[in-house]
């Protein structure tokens, strides 16, 4: 899997965030992951198939950024991740996922998505268990950090 | 979503247990899930596309039962969820749905599998945010408790 592969995802992701949030994200130097583990409280995972490849995607938020994106986009800050904040980060990885595979179709690499799963608890961890390179990609913002990760077998 | 859309990822877990760790679940009542959340230490989730419709599937694991798994598989049992349980509950992630995917598609319904993630963390809880109803069913065991929750869109 090429490096390039995460580029749209990136886009989209601070696409989605500064339209819906006012929320800048600032991104970080993308690397291949192997034993590091990006760790988050709120995180959204969407699976993908396609005719050449199948993989995931996954985006962690702490959760000081899943509370003000909440709170920027509502007006009102919620106290805890609850099933408000679950949906929001359900429905961006839907929408990251979704701008990416526009981006990616025009190159000629479809596929397409599974629906979104939301975990929430304070310090998880996600693996992505394809059999391709992962690459994770850090982001900062004034309220707090991110991370996505994606996966494809076989590129 | 039926209820009887459960039932083939039940027999399939049933049997991937019972076969690879010699660990027999006594599966719970399925219901469908509200605002009831599964709460476990280790999952694996998957996506799944087809030309029907969409979804999601996990499987939740007690610390507990995912450490005696591997015991039981292994014979050595790992002091705590390291990368070697992650890659198991990858893999029965994958073989469950694998064999559900196989009974489903015997009835004319077809999907593509995504590649599995893997959620290690104590205490997480796991939201599919399809647009379908979410089917979670209990099991449990001499070792430790295991839930399975699936979803489709449009059923």
Redesign the interface.
């Known amino acids: 899997m090429n490096v390039e592969f995460i580029n749209p995802f990136l886009s989209s992701l601070i696409n989605v965030l500064s339209t819906m949030a006012q929320t800048q994200l600032k991104p970080g130097k993308p690397r291949i992951k192997t034993?590091e583990i990006a760790c988050g409280d709120v995180?959204?995972?969407?699976?993908?198939?396609g005719p050449q490849t199948?993989?995931?995607f996954?985006i962690t938020f702490d959760e000081e950024l899943a509370l003000t994106i909440m709170e920027r986009m509502l007006g009102e800050r919620p106290d805890s991740i609850d099933?408000e904040v679950?949906?929001m980060v359900?429905?961006i990885?839907?929408m990251v996922t979704g701008g990416a595979k526009n981006l990616l179709g025009e190159k000629g690499f479809d596929f397409?998505?599974?629906?979104?799963?939301?975990?929430?608890?304070?310090?998880?961890?996600?693996?992505?268990?394809?059999?391709g390179k992962k690459i994770i990609m850090p982001f900062s913002s004034d309220a707090g950090n991110a991370n996505i990760e994606v996966?494809?077998?076989k590129l």
Do not use: C, W, Y
């Open positions: 034993d995180s959204g995972l969407i699976g993908m198939v199948r993989g995931s996954s099933e679950t949906d359900g429905e990885t839907n397409d998505m599974a629906t979104p799963i939301v975990v929430s608890g304070k310090g998880h961890t996600i693996t992505h268990k394809s059999q996966s494809f077998d």
